[in-house]
């Protein structure tokens, strides 16, 4: 079942956050329901503007409309990951997305708010949510590229001004995550401080944590001896989800630990079976390890075996 992540966000608020997974294939498709529903977790579907253009964006639409159809114990939301104003547009207009995200935040304070309240104005139009960005992540995501000189965390004495001038739904914050799959060096991790901080001028309101894959050392280290080089890559300690669940966070975006899954499984499988040519048996072994990754996933965020309580809410 398809719905607004509103409604996400409403139940979930101080006691979980919800899992927003980016999927780009049917592969990946069905390891997030499979594993989702294993789990009786509620997540939210996140597509970016490169998983847009990767075949076709009505591609990813009807595997997601056949799985809701596969899996209908699912609850989730289809949410824009990282768009501007004319993706954001576009995915309001197709009918199809519960929520977007309009990305300003590389623009000056005032330009953000602006920018943020005329793609707020055509979604709540629509009866959809958006979310906006206030403070600036390092690193790399497709078309997003910050170098942590230009980094800055999120100001806590801003952030009441730009929901209330902007009318957002939800606001992702900086609190020294960053994308990619090398976030951290040496002792580095999470501005618990900042956070609490923004819940305090923002109480209630639904806060998102970007960047925040873990990357599993074990699976770099299975990468690396099948023919990687992921050196000094390091990343969120999931541990610290269900804090950050109880300072306001609900939506928490994870991605890089996906690929370095679908990394290590393809990397492996040649490797011991140089003489295939199928794609389907390592497209199974992906799908089933993928399943097992996203339920665990949802253990550490707090929203694994809420399922049943949804369906309550929303019918």
């Known amino acids: 079942m398809i719905v607004t992540t509103k409604k996400l966000f409403e139940a979930a ?14 592969e990946q498709a069905m ?49 824009l990951d990282h768009g501007d104003e004319e993706s954001c547009y576009d995915c309001i207009n197709s009918g199809f997305y519960s929520s977007v995200m309009i990305d300003a935040s ?30 600036q992540l390092g690193g790399v995501e497709e078309h997003v590229a910050v170098d942590e000189a230009n980094a800055k965390l999120t100001d806590p004495r801003q952030a009441r001004e730009f929901v209330e001038r902007s009318g957002c739904d939800s606001l992702a914050v900086a609190i020294g ?7 951290f060096s040496g002792t580095q991790g999470l501005h618990f401080d900042v956070l609490s901080e923004i819940q305090k001028v923002l109480p209630g309101f639904p806060l998102v944590m970007h960047g925040s894959s873990s990357v599993p050392q074990d699976e770099v280290a299975r990468i690396n001896a099948a023919g990687g080089n992921l050196l000094g890559a390091k990343g969120v300690d999931d541990t610290q989800f269900k804090m950050a669940a109880t300072l306001g966070v609900t939506k928490i975006n994870i991605d890089t630990d996906g690929r370095l899954v679908w990394t290590r499984v393809h990397r492996e499988y040649f490797r011991d079976n140089p003489e295939n040519f199928d794609l389907r048996p390592v497209g199974k072994i992906f799908m089933a390890e993928y399943a097992k990754f996203i339920a665990s996933k949802n253990e550490k965020l707090g929203s694994a075996g809420h399922l049943d309580e949804l369906h309550k809410l929303v019918g």
């Open 13 to 26: 608020y101080g006691k979980y956050a919800i899992g927003a997974y980016n999927i780009n294939n049917l």
């Open 31 to 79: 390891g997030l329901f499979r594993g989702s529903v294993d789990s009786k977790a509620p997540f939210i579907i996140q597509i970016s503007k490169g998983a847009r253009s990767y075949t076709h964006k009505k591609m990813l639409e009807g595997l997601i409309i056949s799985a809701n159809e596969v899996f209908p114990d699912a609850i989730f939301a289809v949410h």
């Open 106 to 135: 590389h623009e000056s304070f005032d330009k953000n708010i602006e920018i943020t309240r005329r793609v707020v104005d055509a979604a709540h139009a629509k009866g959809l949510v958006v979310e906006a960005e206030l403070g």
């Open 177 to 183: 995550t960053s994308h990619g799959a090398f976030k």
